[in-house]
């Protein structure tokens, strides 16, 4: 499955090759958070793929996530072509009037996510916009990951992880990183083609 993971920065000319068709053809477009709905849906439309996602930091419901189209992946398993995607909101708790979270908050999602998880017979694709903690994030604490989001991972052991959050032009970060359960961490920002 080609999964086209989308985040944080909105890209024209991602839009334009999808288009022409000089683009690989996704079967599902994931978004790992702060991107408008009108340019996810936009992706998603000129992709012809259905649309998942979780929502940022910034993704507040003024920004009209409760009337878009697609699917919201927090705390859900949702199914795609066989294929478990995962996913969990949010980043970590900075400032009010963002969405965001406590570490001790974080720990209490990831275990229902993970019940839910193995009731349905696992995950691929675990979603997130944060990242785990030590696995693409930065010192300061609105970049931080979660410590949670590495145990989870130790727990469901999907193949991929996909985030955003972090930019790759904050310097420092990698596009993709290994954690010890074997997960593939991919960071989303501006978008990435991964094969599940």
């Not at 009209?64 to 199914?79: E, F, K, N």
């Amino acid at each position: 499955m080609r999964i086209l993971a989308v985040s944080d920065k909105e890209d024209n000319l991602l839009l334009s090759r999808l288009e022409r068709g000089s683009f690989p053809h996704p079967d599902v477009v994931v978004s790992c958070g702060d991107l408008r709905p009108s340019y996810l849906d936009c992706v998603a439309t000129i992709a012809n793929a259905p649309l998942l996602f979780v929502r940022g930091n910034h993704d507040t419901d003024e920004r009209g996530y409760a009337d878009m189209g697609g699917t919201p992946l927090d705390l859900r398993v949702v199914s795609v072509g066989g294929v478990r995607f995962a996913g969990l909101d949010g980043s970590l708790c900075y400032r009010p009037g963002i969405v965001g979270y406590s570490e001790g908050e974080a720990r209490w999602r990831c275990r229902r996510l993970a019940l839910t998880a193995l009731l349905r017979g696992g995950v691929d694709v675990l979603v997130t916009h944060a990242p785990a903690r030590g696995l693409g994030d930065l010192e300061d604490l609105p970049h931080r990951g979660f410590e949670a989001y590495g145990r989870l991972l130790d727990r469901l052991r999907p193949q991929v992880m996909l985030h955003g959050h972090v930019h790759l032009d904050y310097g420092m970060v990698e596009r993709e990183l290994a954690h010890p359960s074997g997960a593939r961490v991919i960071n989303a920002c501006g978008h990435v083609m991964v094969e599940v």
